[in-house]
């Protein structure tokens, strides 16, 4: 039977895939659903076929799984592809997921899924682009430019989607337009709340300063979209946190402030829990944060106690938040404004001076790299200078399985062990994971060097 668009098929579900969909196979052929479970049997409708693929949606769950709940949100808004999955099973899901990958990309054979944190289903995004369409303002439902409601997939808290609403007004009202989209920031309690407004050519921005009534927001930006510059409407477009690095030692409090542009973790419920995962991999020794963002990771190290933390970021929104937020820790770090590719070409192991004596130390045998990438991973010129570099240990934090596990291929190849990975789900109910790779050359080769 060729299938077409349309065609309904009877699938037993295997396996999670990768991006939100779900396994099975039809007379030989990979088909990818949505709304299914593994162990599920369903009637599936087929909306996309490839040479080698099909692409489907369930129609009908003739034989349903234990952990198949009511989802009352749009799945196709704001990412929600696994809502109908119930949580624990969503982690393990997504923990099955990464394995898949490391050993079909990376051929990193795994003898058990690695464990997937868990986060609180609700209220838990500090950061949110929406687009503006037809006096709407939401997500963009998937696969179309259609705004849906962001307020409804549950990810926002409650004031975020009131002010939403509250924004929709204020532009009717006035008839204001040309936005185009707006970024929003929130910290941790959701009591500060910055916004960057995108707006075509030729919008008055100051038209939209009216969006900063009520005292709801810390600061309003507006630049055009798609372009770096932009202009302070109202405020200040900053938003700030005070992250306790280790529970109960207030010496290890860190605060960090952001302009509404740069980028942060999204999570505000797994944050604190990130932080300390990753400062828990890190061996005492110098230590280099290459995109390094605001200053999460390499900043939570010096505020317990590390002195000896370099940090490379070469974003314009983002790094002077960063150089801000360094201040406080003096000569105990040096913060690099330059791209991860510039930095490393130069870069021979030099830390900063050691605060107790001023003096710099030539290279250091132990330094431990961070890399937090985007989703397209380590470029390549980058991959290679960190492995030229051979620093003694490497802590990869991943918004992507397919780059980590290919990025892993190449670290393992160069003589890296993979020592520890965990998942953790900053983005419940999406597909999206985050994971964290720790990797250390071997004890031998690293005395050798």
């Not at 299914?36 to 040479?51: L, N």
């Not at 990376?106 to 209220?123: F, I, K, N, Q, T």
């Not at 009202?173 to 960057?196: F, K, S």
């Amino acid at each position: 039977m060729s299938l077409s668009l349309g065609t309904e098929i009877t699938l037993d579900i295997e396996k999670p895939a990768a991006g939100g969909w779900m396994l099975g196979r039809h007379e030989g052929l990979v088909v990818l659903v949505r709304g299914a479970i593994p162990g599920e049997r369903v009637r599936a409708r087929v909306g996309r076929v490839g040479r080698d693929i099909a692409y489907a949606e369930v129609a009908d769950v003739l034989v349903a799984s234990s952990d198949r709940r009511e989802s009352e949100s749009d799945w196709r808004c704001g990412g929600n592809v696994l809502a109908h999955v119930a949580y624990e099973r969503q982690c393990r899901l997504k923990g099955e997921i990464i394995r898949d990958a490391l050993g079909r990309i990376g051929h990193v054979a795994l003898s058990a899924p690695p464990e997937v944190l868990p986060s609180p289903e609700r209220g838990y995004r500090m950061r949110a682009r929406l687009h503006a369409r037809h006096g709407r303002l939401g997500f963009f439902r998937e696969g179309t430019h259609e705004v849906c409601d962001a307020a409804s997939t549950g990810q926002l808290l409650p004031a975020t989607g009131d002010w939403i609403a509250e924004t929709e007004r204020l532009l009717a009202r006035d008839r204001v337009t040309g936005l185009v989209g707006i970024e929003i920031a929130e910290n941790i309690p959701g009591d500060q709340r910055a916004c960057h407004l995108e707006l075509q050519a030729g919008a008055e921005a100051s038209a939209f300063a009216v969006l900063a009534e009520g005292g709801a927001l810390t600061g309003l930006s507006a630049g055009l979209a798609d372009h770096p510059g932009g202009r302070t409407l109202a405020g200040t477009p900053v938003v700030g946190d005070v992250l306790h690095v280790r529970p109960g030692d207030p010496a290890t409090a860190l605060r960090l402030r952001r302009d509404v542009r740069a980028f942060f973790q999204g999570n505000r419920y797994l944050l604190e829990t990130l932080v300390r995962h990753v400062v828990a991999l890190v061996p005492p020794g110098p230590v280099v944060d290459l995109y390094a963002g605001v200053g999460l990771f390499g900043l939570s190290l010096a505020a317990a106690g590390f002195d000896e933390v370099t940090l490379v970021e070469g974003d314009r929104a983002s790094g002077p938040s960063l150089g801000e937020n360094a201040e406080p820790f003096g000569t105990r770090v040096r913060v690099e404004h330059r791209s991860v590719e510039s930095f490393l070409q130069s870069y021979a192991g030099r830390v900063p001076p050691s605060a107790a004596t001023g003096a710099r130390p030539g290279p250091a045998v132990e330094t431990t790299f961070i890399v937090d990438p985007p989703r397209t991973g380590l470029s390549k010129e980058a991959l290679g200078a960190v492995v030229r570099r051979g620093p003694a240990r490497i802590v990869y934090v991943s918004c992507d399985v397919a780059t980590l596990a290919r990025d892993a291929r190449t670290l393992l190849d160069a003589g890296y062990e993979l020592e520890q990975l965990t998942g953790i789900d900053l983005f419940p109910n999406t597909a999206h994971v985050e994971a964290v790779a720790a990797y250390a050359r071997p004890r031998r080769a690293a005395a050798a060097s």
